[in-house]
């Protein structure tokens, strides 16, 4: 297994008192274990303030986390921290929603790319641009762009070239959070074309945390379900979308195919004791034991 | 894909608005020339700032002349010879029999030229046997012009080097406190708080009591700049502290720190650049708080010292009616003042609204 997370917590304080304990938390994540295997790509599916996003940014360890343990590579690298931790993540990457705030307007290309450069300091200025150019090339752009600002890119442009900031570390891992839902639809497809190429090229493992199921069914082989900070159902793709088990997916597949007022919606509630229950074929859902 | 050749960034497109205002173009003009004439002091001033001669205490100004009789004779000032009146005062009057040719490149006062290239050359001067008072001279009969070039040296300085002080630990502690948030945040935030709640000019005072007055004067000077800065620093960091709060979740950041950049090096490269367009216009504007701060402990004799001039101190001499109804040239390093405090007050209000587009869009 590439990446492993075994009962990751996020818990957000929401009223707190001087020095005490929180009285009342937001779970975002919610005891989550999760195996990602190479060369793969997982799907997390959910709508928004499900923690899919809080669960990408844990799994870099861009946020701190209540309970759990990462696993990397077999690695331990919970405690890890500063230049342990920088090591790491030069096999982790990530791809940011909003290709307009994920680059910094004031770094032309060629310092966005450079500042990924970070473990290669005595790489000289000609081979740097050498290299830039071949990974621009890879996603699409042509070794002219260097020189220029974000600001003279369109959406599509720019999520190309975030896109080429994470890989040129050479990642084993790229977390894609919702990389391609701020794009239109036929940019849409034209970047997840160049995710699966670059997927075959590189052999990268791909987490695509997403809202939009028709994106995620094409890109991931396997597709977890969140719904409130837990994973409720996790399969391969079609069996996912063949044969939903759980009640929070089946409603999420019906959402995605027709519009539904939100007072018939029901609300699924997902108190007491849950375990995580093999259905076959890898089919993974949440059950509850009082039942 | 290609659109334009030309790839020019935000802060570029800002300057360019900049040079439109004709208005701050002038102001920066002005700034200019005053901090070009403060480097040169020495070889501007026909004298040296402590160049006395009691004979001319409150000398009138000694005005060029170029033309005799209507004949071009190149430029000469007329001698003066003092005398006093039925109530002792002293009156000076010109004596057209003595003429002194005012030359170009004499050798005067002893000088070293950026502190280094030993000289005794000045841009002007005349002979011995008279003094070239462009402005007027005076209590001591040193040549006020001379002073308020070598006064700008100390003025103009002060506001820079404050300035530069204070921002910099201003943008350390705001962007700390702004970054990591929490109970660090809390502590240098009530720490600003604690510097902010005296009132500006009792804390100058009371900094200026705890230093001790048998300094020299390039002690005072020094404390003069630590006392200034350490009042400006904290109004500063609050905004800054505010600006890096929303900064620290935008993506870039996050970005940033999924490549393995220091926290260190985000503050530095992601965050604080982005509050230059606030930096830049905030810094014009606090200068001048700095030159009337100077201004206004020199003035009232805790600055500095004489015989060393500074703006502030050569208008200590205005604080008595009499002198400025009997040598109205007095008020000049006043309007020196002025100036400088209106430029800097220009240019910081352009600047900000070429900075930042959108701020000035909110105000229309």
Not at chain 1, 108 to 124: G, I, P, S, T, Y
Not at chain 1, 214 to 225: A, D, E, L, N
Not at chain 2, 133 to 159: F, K, V
Request: charged share 20%; net charge positive.
């Amino acid at each position: 297994m590439l990446l492993e997370l075994q009962g990751i917590k996020k818990y957000f304080p929401l009223k707190q008192r001087w020095g005490g304990k929180p009285s009342e938390v937001l779970k975002a994540v919610d005891n989550v274990d999760l195996t990602v295997a190479e060369g793969q790509s997982l799907g997390l599916v959910g709508e928004s303030g499900s923690g899919k996003t809080t669960l990408g940014r844990i799994i870099l360890k861009l946020i701190p986390f209540d309970a759990g343990r990462i696993v990397f590579e077999g690695q331990d690298i919970t405690p890890f921290k500063g230049k342990q931790m920088r090591q790491v993540r030069k096999q982790l990457q990530m791809v940011f929603q909003d290709p307009y705030s994920s680059l910094d307007p004031r770094f032309r290309v060629f310092q966005l790319l450079d500042e990924a450069m970070l473990f290669e300091k005595e790489m000289k200025l000609a081979d740097k641009e050498i290299f830039f150019s071949g990974l621009l090339k890879d996603v699409g752009l042509s070794a002219d762009v260097l020189n220029r600002f974000p600001h003279e890119f369109s959406g599509g442009e720019r999520q190309r070239i975030a896109i080429a900031r994470a890989l040129v570390v050479k990642p084993k891992l790229l977390i894609l959070d919702e990389a391609v839902s701020s794009l239109d639809v036929i940019i849409q497809s034209q970047i997840i074309d160049l995710l699966l190429t670059l997927q075959k090229k590189f052999n990268l493992t791909y987490i695509f945390i997403s809202h939009n199921l028709k994106v995620v069914k094409r890109i991931s082989r396997r597709v977890g379900v969140i719904y409130k900070g837990k994973i409720v159902e996790l399969a391969k793709t079609d069996e996912l979308f063949n044969n939903p088990l759980h009640a929070y997916t089946k409603e999420l597949l019906a959402a995605a195919i027709e519009y539904k007022p939100l007072s018939i919606r029901p609300t699924i509630a997902l108190d007491g004791e849950f375990n995580f229950v093999d259905q076959g074929q890898e089919h993974f859902v949440l059950k509850s034991l009082g039942h | 894909m290609t659109r334009n050749t030309e790839h020019v960034s935000e802060f570029q497109l800002a300057l360019r608005s900049f040079k439109k205002n004709r208005l701050a173009v002038c102001c920066a003009m002005i700034l200019f020339i005053f901090y070009a004439g403060a480097i040169f002091a020495d070889f501007l001033s026909p004298y040296s700032y402590r160049n006395e001669d009691r004979n001319y205490s409150y000398c009138p100004p000694t005005p060029v002349r170029f033309f005799d009789e209507g004949k071009w004779v190149g430029p000469y000032i007329y001698g003066q010879t003092l005398t006093f009146n039925e109530f002792y005062r002293r009156v000076y009057q010109t004596d057209t029999t003595r003429r002194f040719p005012v030359r170009l490149f004499v050798q005067g006062d002893e000088y070293k030229l950026l502190g280094l290239i030993p000289s005794r050359l000045h841009l002007v001067g005349v002979q011995e046997g008279a003094r070239l008072y462009l402005i007027g001279a005076d209590s001591r009969g040193r040549d006020l012009w001379s002073r308020i070039l070598y006064g700008a040296q100390i003025s103009l300085s002060i506001g820079l080097i404050g300035v530069l002080i204070s921002f910099s630990i201003g943008l350390i502690v705001g962007g700390v406190a702004g970054f990591y948030g929490g109970w660090i945040d809390n502590v240098l935030m009530r720490l600003c708080e604690m510097v902010m709640m005296v009132p500006g000019f009792y804390l100058l005072l009371a900094l200026r009591a705890a230093v001790p007055d048998d300094f020299n004067s390039v002690q005072i000077y020094f404390a003069i700049v630590v006392i200034l800065s350490f009042i400006g620093w904290a109004g500063l960091a609050r905004i800054i502290r505010g600006m890096c709060l929303s900064l620290r979740e935008r993506e870039y950041v996050l970005a940033a720190k999924s490549l393995g950049l220091s926290d260190f090096k985000i503050i530095l490269r992601h965050i604080l650049p982005h509050t230059v367009s606030y930096s830049i216009a905030a810094v014009m504007l606090s200068i001048p708080g700095y030159i009337l701060g100077e201004s206004a402990l020199s003035l009232i004799g805790l600055g500095i010292q004489d015989p060393y001039a500074s703006w502030g101190n050569l208008l200590s001499d205005n604080m008595s009616i009499v002198r400025i109804k009997f040598a109205p040239w007095i008020l000049w390093p006043g309007v020196f003042i002025f100036l400088t405090v209106i430029s800097f007050n220009i240019i910081g209000d352009t600047l900000r609204d070429c900075l930042d587009p959108m701020m000035k869009a909110e105000r229309k």
